[in-house]
């Protein structure tokens, strides 16, 4: 795994097939020129970061895997191996740590960090439910995920519909 913000990864050669190679370790990252890559952020080798698509500061993209047009991996957030984020949101500060809410969708299923925690939407809910019940805190995250959930329903649908049409011409 490379340690290198877009500006470093820019400047490495780029193969016939726009894939930047590390000069280092000979590791391949595909970077679309509007994209952004965070300082001491890590991209795993045959990683992908779309268009308009955001790694933060320190986080982390595993071997192999896509961080799609405008999503984003929040700083200090982390994607594994082979992974696709089609979509990501972003909420807070929220919760008793008043820490942000990351959370990404690869079309089945979504992924939640905030704080020490990464996990499933249910994993998340459930830790909620177990740690703030119905004080402020739970309610505020309650709500998040309501709103989560509808903008992944809304905007996971339209890719998918897109992408459907496209196969089809």
Not at 54 to 74: E, F, H, L, N, P
Not at 76 to 87: C, D
Request: glycine residues 14%; charged residues 20%; proline residues 2%.
């Amino acid at each position: 795994m490379i340690t290198a913000d877009a500006k470093t990864i820019r400047m490495w050669q780029q193969d016939a097939d726009g894939w930047y190679i590390c000069p280092e370790t000979g590791e391949r990252i595909k970077l679309h020129p509007t994209a952004s890559v965070g300082e001491g952020a890590r991209v795993g080798d045959r990683a992908r970061v779309g268009e308009g698509a955001r790694v933060g500061a320190r986080a982390s993209v595993g071997d192999g895997a896509s961080v799609g047009k405008g999503a984003s991996v929040g700083e200090g957030a982390s994607v594994g191996a082979k992974r696709l984020i089609l979509r990501s949101i972003q909420v807070g500060p929220i919760g008793s740590r008043n820490a942000m809410l990351y959370a990404s969708t690869d079309g089945d299923s979504i992924e939640v960090s905030t704080g020490c925690f990464l996990g499933s939407l249910e994993q998340f809910q459930e830790a909620v439910n177990q740690t703030h019940g119905q004080n402020q805190y739970g309610n505020a995250y309650n709500s998040a995920i309501q709103v989560i959930c509808a903008w992944f329903a809304a905007t996971v649908s339209e890719l998918k519909e897109n992408a459907n049409a496209s196969e089809k011409k």
